[in-house]
């Protein structure tokens, strides 16, 4: 089925505009500082249940309830899972996973 | 103890007579019974009782072809949604094969749900690999066949790993009990290999690392609307017997660790957005087995739970996925974007299935998924807790974010495919409604799990806190690594995975036989054809002919052929012989002394 394609007289889009992405970046950042700062306030102001009991070893309470952990955590996993899926795919131009789109096809 | 209740119809009756009948109908009549017989066994899976079963008896063997349960029925309920979504998503499509195959693989899974013994298991089992198939040849390419018969070959090996398991086990334990569905644990880690062969075999069906290659090949693969189907039976399937046959397994937390750590990774880098999401389906495929792992109730419940929901919101991913192929012909990350300024209604149904795989609060995988994270935090499991966290993470920048990002937005491909079709946009409604649905009413799934939920509250102040800022700040790392310019581009690529082993193993396999057995042929062809047969027919050929000229001298001799010289007599026998044509008397002469030789010879 061909698909249509791009006319040239489309009318732009809201997010075609990069200051409105700007915008839309920058809300998003203040979401995230304003969760940090909700976070901050149950965390020390009120108390979080833990999940883990006893079974933690020298712990007396879990990383849940310490305040920021999963803000730290999250950031931190997500851009080592990019980065090391990255170089998975080649370090240094040697490519390590990575193959051409035809890979099995060749014979 | 009352006896226990007969069914009178197996629940999968209604798919399987759906199966059936839109095998013979055509066109819309065909599609209708699509919808309309997962709506029935719905009605009939409602109608069955707690402890009810159904017996029959193959070649003298008495089997427990259903038993009701509560898992069983839950499991009955979401295989009937699924296949109905399934059926609707698939209304336009008017190839009958992929549609009656399509209810008779769902009528299959119905079947291992409410499998009430090994027996009748290892029957629907099979049953779910051959009538699974078609949702991948029914693309009618090259290599979707080739993919097909690769995921056959694991399918079957899955199979025939259970029958050795089931005979190895009544080997062990002898009689009837052998076959129970009970627990095997207890089996596994005293070193029974039966029960080993048994977990393997499920361990293919539900994607062990390792023996994962068959989904990430086949699904992405198959038709538009195959992974549909495919996505919502078969692992299921394998979650469903590993929570029945081996709670609280220690080798289930390592390998259920392992499977929602490894494809993340390959998820980032993946440029096919369905392969992507049969990445992601790993990684999820993970947290239930960890929860089975673990063993607890409440575990098991949210293991049970998480099957539940991922059906639906990963059917629902790969309905707008399947959408996008089906309008565009396209599904490469690089070769898509701002697909949402002519496809708004599908970006907004994938975005609420990116939102519930992510599991954010309100969406149906925060309410399942919360479940095992707790019970792997309560038993003391911090290492596997850190590791599920780690992928919980992951799960939102590959699934939640790069799916949605790279197919609807993005840079401008250029592409301003149609909206999807009335059916396809209805069947992914229906699946939004029910990720929020039961985001935001989990009682209604916690009332159906085996243990009923435990009296679990996943809308606890510090649970929603943590998980919302676990998610934003992963997806801020994903924004902060994209404006830096550092995030991976979608590039035009294959990966290697594991079946890199299997396929150069294949043909190294296939190599080394065809020199080895044609090599042989060869020679043997050179042997006796070229050789000894020939010999053999020069002899059959000419021999009468020399044995007629040896012949010739005595039978003068002896006066059969008065008044001939004895070349004349030479020429003539040796013509006879050749030919094949004698004189009566002759022919009879030797008759006679060949039945004299069999009687001596028989003496």
Not at chain 2, 41 to 63: D, H, K, N, P, Y
Not at chain 2, 134 to 141: L, N, S
Request: proline share 4%; hydrophobic share 50%.
């Amino acid at each position: 089925m061909p698909t249509k394609k791009k006319s040239k007289n489309e009318p732009k889009r809201w997010l075609d505009h990069p200051a409105n992405v700007k915008k839309f970046l920058n809300a998003f950042f203040g979401l995230c500082a304003l969760l940090l700062l909700i976070d901050l306030v149950f965390g020390f102001g009120w108390h979080k249940h833990a999940a883990f009991h006893d079974g933690m070893g020298g712990l007396v309470e879990g990383p849940e309830t310490w305040p920021v952990f999963y803000a730290i955590y999250g950031f931190v996993s997500c851009a080592a899972l990019i980065l090391i899926s990255k170089a998975l795919r080649s370090v240094k131009g040697h490519r390590i996973l990575m193959r051409d789109e035809d890979y099995w096809e060749k014979d | 103890m009352l006896a226990a209740a007969e069914i009178s119809f197996h629940p999968a009756t209604a798919l399987i007579l759906g199966g059936i009948v839109a095998g013979i109908l055509r066109g819309r009549y065909a599609s209708a019974v699509m919808v309309i017989a997962p709506i029935l066994g719905l009605w009939l899976v409602s109608t069955m009782e707690v402890g009810a079963t159904s017996t029959m008896v193959l070649f003298g063997q008495e089997i427990i072809n259903a038993e009701v349960d509560r898992q069983a029925i839950l499991f009955g309920y979401l295989f009937h949604i699924a296949a109905l979504v399934a059926g609707l998503y698939a209304f336009h499509l008017r190839d009958p094969w992929q549609l009656s195959t399509g209810l008779l693989y769902a009528a299959t899974a119905v079947g291992v749900a409410f499998a009430g013994d090994l027996i009748s298991l290892f029957l629907w089992w099979e049953g779910l690999a051959i009538t699974s198939v078609f949702q991948i040849w029914g693309r009618k390419t090259k290599r979707a066949e080739q993919s097909g018969f690769r995921y056959l070959f694991f399918h079957v090996s899955s199979g025939l790993l259970l029958l050795a398991g089931i005979v190895f086990r009544y080997h062990a334990v002898g009689g009837p009990e052998a076959f129970a569905m009970v627990s095997l644990t207890e089996a596994l880690e005293g070193g029974d290999l039966g029960a080993t062969l048994i977990l393997l075999a499920i361990g293919i069906k539900a994607a062990f690392p390792g023996l994962h290659v068959w989904l990430t090949d086949g699904y992405a693969e198959a038709t538009p609307t195959g992974p549909v189907f495919l996505c919502a039976f078969t692992t299921k399937c394998a979650v469903c017997m590993l929570a029945r046959l081996f709670p609280g397994a220690d080798v289930l937390l390592l390998v259920g660790g392992l499977m929602a750590f490894f494809p993340i990774f390959y998820a980032v880098i993946e440029n096919d957005l369905r392969r992507v999401l049969c990445y992601s389906k790993i990684n999820q495929i993970g947290f239930m087995v960890v929860g089975v792992g673990i063993g607890t109730e409440l575990a098991i419940d949210g293991a049970v739970a998480h099957a539940f929901t991922h059906v639906i919101y990963k059917g629902l991913l790969f309905m707008s996925m399947g959408a996008v192929l089906f309008r565009t012909g396209e599904i490469r990350g690089s070769e898509l974007g701002g697909l949402y300024k002519s496809m708004p209604w599908t970006t907004g149904f994938c975005i609420i299935g990116a939102a519930s795989i992510s599991a954010f609060p309100l969406f149906s995988g925060f309410v399942s998924k919360s479940l095992i994270m707790v019970e792997a935090a309560r038993e003391g499991h911090l290492f596997l807790w850190l590791v599920l966290l780690f992928a919980a993470a992951g799960v939102v920048e590959h699934a939640g974010i790069k799916i949605p990002y790279f197919a609807f937005f993005s840079k401008d491909s250029g592409l301003r495919p149609k909206e999807a079709p009335l059916n396809m946009l209805l069947a992914m409604g229906l699946s939004s409604f029910l990720c929020i649905f039961l985001g935001c009413n989990p009682q209604w799934l916690y009332q159906l799990l085996p243990n009923y939920g435990g009296g679990y509250h996943p809308y606890d102040a510090t649970h929603v806190v943590n998980q919302t800022l676990l998610l934003f700040f992963s997806i801020l790392a994903v924004a902060c690594l994209k404006l830096k310019k550092i995030y991976p581009p979608e590039v035009r690529s294959v990966n290697l995975d594991i079946d890199f082993i299997y396929r150069k193993a294949g043909r190294l396999f296939l190599c080394s036989m065809s020199t080895f057995w044609n090599g042989l042929n060869e020679k043997a062809h050179a042997f006796f054809v070229g050789g000894v047969s020939g010999k053999f027919s020069a002899f059959t050929a000419d021999g009468p002919g020399i044995m007629a000229k040896w012949l010739s001298q005595p039978l003068q001799r002896l006066g059969f052929y008065p008044g001939k010289s004895d070349e004349e007599t030479e020429a003539d026998l040796e013509q006879q012989a050749t030919t094949g044509i004698h004189p009566i008397g002759l022919t009879a002469l030797f008759g006679i002394l060949f039945l004299l030789g069999f009687l001596f010879l028989a003496r």
